[in-house]
């Protein structure tokens, strides 16, 4: 194992040639992933496909916790610490959505693809990649495909892996399929949440100012909007679904909107739900339906710092590859980590559009750009190179 | 034989016979066997304008098959000149192409689907060629895997057909289950009127099927729609009802036909049909028409057959009936 960066960034070029031959191998474990529908909540079938991948390449500690996340280890020389590489399984899209994956000769697409089949695959053929390149690592790999990480599963996965967890964990990979370039060493403050709005089936409709569930939202999310929010540190309020209503002509009677705040000050994010807080309550006594705010979600704001030489280390394996850095930080699982004290970074494999989207899709060529670069932060990481 | 009898005997093959690909989930397994009985086995997707699904199926293919487990020996795509960029995907994922007109050019070239899977036979050199049809969506390993491993585990079986469960909707853990329209409407009953024991395969027209070399070279192909019925009648009358297994793959996504190219189908199979029953030298000596019309239903991985007894019985016309030319005055 190369225990200086020069060698390490050396090695790219070789890396990266010597993993063309698993190409079929990698695209096969996406596209089978990418076909097992997997909602939040809904993982097991998917976490099952890389249960039997792992027992297929004789890892050991194979096992799925109670949380429904899936794990091996690929044990190390000398084992005495261990790194986690992981990938959220669950997708955004229901069971019933169709997931069938079509393979162009540059591009796969199929919901999903990108966020997280890729990303998920590239865990599931590290040990293949890891024999293909006889790479031999002293740590211990811990190889972690995580349950309930999207929306209201809240990371819930990672959660109770990192609270039950055994393990001296030394540091953390976070694999996302989609983009390139992405680095994410720092998790952004937010609150995810949900606003109701129910008028009760009493209401007086010939009351003067007697609003529909649609106007009422519409007022809440004006007043939402006429928040002073800061440009510097970054905050943002964002509106991500809402929903009311039947039909054209009758009064709808509930509104359910769904929104995330995001901020890179402290204490930004409560004093903005602070705001809101008020804003309902306001709404509600002056048109006598009834608001409730829920919080879905929440992260603390934290992580590395940009010299922190797992970042730095990151941004030259990057520029070796001439990918250019796309800084951004994470509400996903590599927040639990910071939490939790253990450095870590989120990286993407690939260049990919419309995520999320039924027709998401991901370019194949550059994804050995992105697995060599995750090859080669494994090995810093593994020789001493990334801690502080 | 009495309808007994060839119930028994359905009911029979039907549990010795009819596999669910689960059975064979580890493919290491099958390697191991077919290794120690030297046996070379190669794929061929016969295409025409496939560009859609081709890659994914290469794709999963190499990997699983030939990377992982080295289960195929050989792969080839066979075409029968695609006007998309079904070729090219396939060779961007490292498939071995073939233009079916290019092979063996001494005989002339002839265009339809049999051509591709009778030049397959030349081409490829294994002592079982897996078909796999290109056009599906769900591709997974067990459309080989299902139908090469009974031909690995019984030297026996000659002739593997897939079949899939085609549930539209059902309430109780008993389901009707077949094949699509045209085995339905007209293969089931041609082979409950002909060839009773043949009724046993579930989907006979299935795309998917896995042979011996020693079969595959001494059977004639028709080139078009009849292909597939061809192969069962024909391996029937050598080998008879032993040499077949089927085995359930479960679901299978594709296009839908409209009732239009299934018309076109039918009317090919019905013509190959009717040659088979010249070439036994059935058309004068029909065999006594069988009243018994067989369909399957399953539970759970469990097959049976439906026996039903249909008779057309037909009444003579009305003027031969005294009490109606009494009515009305009709005289002789």
């Known amino acids: ?388 | 034989m009495e309808d007994c009898a060839m119930s028994k005997k359905i009911k029979k093959w039907l549990e010795t016979n009819t596999f669910h690909h689960g059975e064979f989930w580890d493919i290491l397994k099958l390697v191991e066997l077919k290794e120690k009985k030297n046996l070379k086995i190669s794929l061929c997707i016969p295409t025409l304008n496939e560009e859609k699904t081709i890659g994914k199926e290469i794709v999963i293919f190499r990997s699983e098959l030939m990377e992982r487990y080295p289960l195929i020996d050989e792969f080839a795509v066979i075409d029968s000149g695609s006007e998309d960029k079904t070729l090219e995907v396939a060779s961007s994922f490292g498939a071995d192409t073939y233009l079916a007109s290019e092979l063996l050019p001494e005989v002339g070239d002839k265009r339809g689907k049999g051509e591709n899977l009778w030049k397959a036979i030349y081409q490829l050199k294994g002592d079982i060629i897996v078909y796999v049809d290109a056009d599906i969506k769900n591709i997974h390993p067990r459309f080989v895997t299902g139908i090469v491993a009974p031909l690995i585990q019984n030297d026996t079986i000659k002739y593997c057909k897939a079949f899939y469960d085609r549930p539209m909707a059902y309430s109780s853990g008993i389901r009707a289950s077949g094949g699509g329209r045209v085995t339905e409407i007209l293969i089931r009953p041609l082979f409950s009127l002909f060839f009773p024991e043949l009724t046993s395969l579930i989907q006979p027209l299935s795309g998917e099927f896995a042979v011996r070399r020693e079969v595959l070279e001494r059977i004639p192909f028709p080139i078009g729609y009849g292909v597939e019925t061809a192969h069962i009648l024909d391996v029937y009358k050598e080998w008879g009802l032993e040499a077949f297994a089927q085995t359930d793959l479960d679901q299978r996504v594709h296009r839908n036909q409209s009732t239009n190219a299934l018309g076109k189908m039918s009317f090919g199979i019905l013509q190959t049909f009717i040659n088979r029953l010249k070439a036994y030298g059935m058309v004068d000596r029909l065999p006594e028409l069988a009243t018994i019309y067989r369909q399957f239903q399953a539970e759970g991985n469990r097959y049976e057959q439906l026996t039903r007894e249909i008779v057309e019985y037909e009444r003579p016309p009305m003027i031969t009936i005294p009490a109606y030319r009494e009515k009305y005055g009709i005289k002789d």
């Open chain 1, 1 to 388: 194992m190369p225990k200086d960066f020069e060698t390490i960034i050396a090695g790219l070029p070789t890396t990266r040639e010597a993993l063309q031959p698993a190409r079929e191998i990698l695209l096969a474990n996406a596209l089978m992933i990418g076909e097992i529908p997997s909602p939040t909540n809904g993982e097991e079938e998917r976490i099952t496909f890389l249960g039997n991948r792992f027992t297929e390449d004789g890892l050991q500690n194979i096992s799925i916790d109670e949380a429904g996340n899936g794990m091996a280890i690929i044990p190390g020389k000398v084992g005495k610490n261990n790194i986690l590489v992981c990938a959220h399984a669950d997708t955004v899209f229901n069971k019933k959505v169709d997931h069938a994956m079509s393979v162009g000769p540059d591009e796969i697409k199929g919901p999903g693809i990108g966020d997280n089949s890729l990303g998920l695959a590239a865990v599931v053929t590290l040990p293949e990649i890891f024999k293909r390149l006889e790479i031999e690592f002293d740590d211990n790999i811990i190889l972690m495909g995580c349950s309930r990480s999207l929306g209201r599963g809240d990371l819930g996965g990672i959660r109770f892996f990192l609270k039950n967890n055994k393990l001296p964990i030394r540091a953390g990979v976070c694999v996302e399929g989609i983009q390139l370039g992405r680095l994410s060493y720092s998790s952004i403050g937010m609150l995810r949440g949900e606003i109701d709005v129910s008028v009760p089936s009493e209401y007086d409709w010939a009351k003067f100012g007697a609003r529909g569930a649609v106007a009422i939202m519409t007022k809440v999310v004006h007043r939402i909007l006429e928040i002073p929010i800061p440009m510097e540190p970054k905050t943002k309020i964002l509106f991500g679904s809402l929903n009311a209503g039947t039909s054209f002509g009758t009064q709808p009677t509930s509104a359910n909107l769904r929104f995330e705040i995001r901020s890179e000050k402290e204490g930004m994010v409560a004093e903005m739900r602070s705001h809101i807080q008020d804003i309902i309550e306001e709404v509600g006594n002056l048109t006598d339906a009834e608001l409730k705010l829920s919080v879905i979600a929440q992260r603390k704001q934290g992580g590395l710092a940009y010299a922190h030489p797992m970042v730095k280390s990151m941004r030259k394996i990057l520029s070796a590859l001439n990918v250019k850095p796309y800084i951004e930080p994470s509400v996903g699982e590599l927040s639990e980590l910071i939490a939790y004290g253990i450095p870590a970074v989120t990286l993407g494999l690939t260049n990919g559009e419309n995520k999320n989207e039924f027709n998401e899709s991901i370019e194949i060529k550059p994804t050995f750009d992105g697995l060599s670069q995750l090859v080669a932060i494994l090995q810093a990481i593994d020789g001493g190179l990334c801690d502080e």
